[in-house]
Antibody, heavy 128, light 108 residues
């Protein structure tokens, strides 16, 4: 059974760097057709996709974060991490790590995806 | 970015009712690259449907998805107490992946 668990500080000061780690158990982050992702959700609002790292190590980020984000992986610890620089109050949210799983459709030749496994989420508040 | 718009934003219904939630993409055709999630208060979203109509493993058959092009629908055939939650659609046709604003399903 695959499980994800976020960890990191719950309070970050404005202009500083937010760092979170997601520990994966029950599966290796370097195998399979998975994208390991970060998603955040401000209180009462819709989720926002932050970015992803593939099993190969390639990354992709949401341009709305203006280059402030980086996602990396540590295969020895079976973890992947989020770094968000120059934070403001607008970065206050519940942060989730999630697995994006792909299913191949032989009829269309395309992949169908879904965030099938999520961590429980960790609340991060940006405040002085 | 592709904007996702759900309707209604909120809905009151009773146990046993059939309900439908719709989702429209700002792109003319997202080629069924659409998922649906249920989110209970204080919990992470749960995947219900991917590929517009494919039921995620372990999800009850009362959930179904349909649609094409820019317009998609989630139907719950007979509401159960655990279904009173917020539902989100999400497109994966193009990054950045984007979510709808949510539909809150409340008990009448």
């Amino acid at each position: 059974q695959v499980q994800l668990q976020e960890s990191g500080p719950g309070l970050v000061k404005p202009s500083q760097t937010l760092s979170l780690t997601c520990t994966v158990s029950g599966a290796s982050i370097t195998s399979g057709n998975f994208f390991w992702t970060w998603i955040r959700q401000p209180a009462g609002k819709r989720p926002e996709w932050i970015g992803r790292i593939y099993t190969s190590g390639s990354t992709k980020y949401n341009p709305s974060l203006n280059g402030r984000v980086a996602i990396s992986a540590d295969s020895s610890m079976n973890q992947f991490s989020l770094t968000l620089t120059s934070v403001t109050a607008a970065d206050t949210a519940v942060y989730y790590c999630a697995r994006l799983d792909g299913h191949y459709d032989a009829l269309t030749g395309d992949y169908d995806y879904g965030f099938d496994i999520w961590g429980q989420g960790t609340m991060v508040t940006v405040s002085s | 970015d592709i904007q996702m718009t759900q309707s209604p934003s909120s809905l009151s219904a009773s146990v046993g009712d059939r309900v439908t939630v719709t989702c429209r993409a700002s792109e003319e055709d997202i080629r069924n690259s659409l998922t649906w999630y249920r989110q209970k208060p204080g919990k992470a979203p749960e995947l219900l449907i991917y590929g517009a109509f494919r039921l995620q493993s372990g999800v009850p058959s009362r959930f179904s998805g349909s649609g094409s092009g820019a317009d998609y629908t989630l139907t719950i055939s007979s509401l159960q107490p655990e279904d009173f939650a917020t539902y989100y659609c999400q497109q994966y046709y193009r990054t950045p992946y984007t979510f709808g604003q949510g539909t809150k399903l409340e008990i009448k």
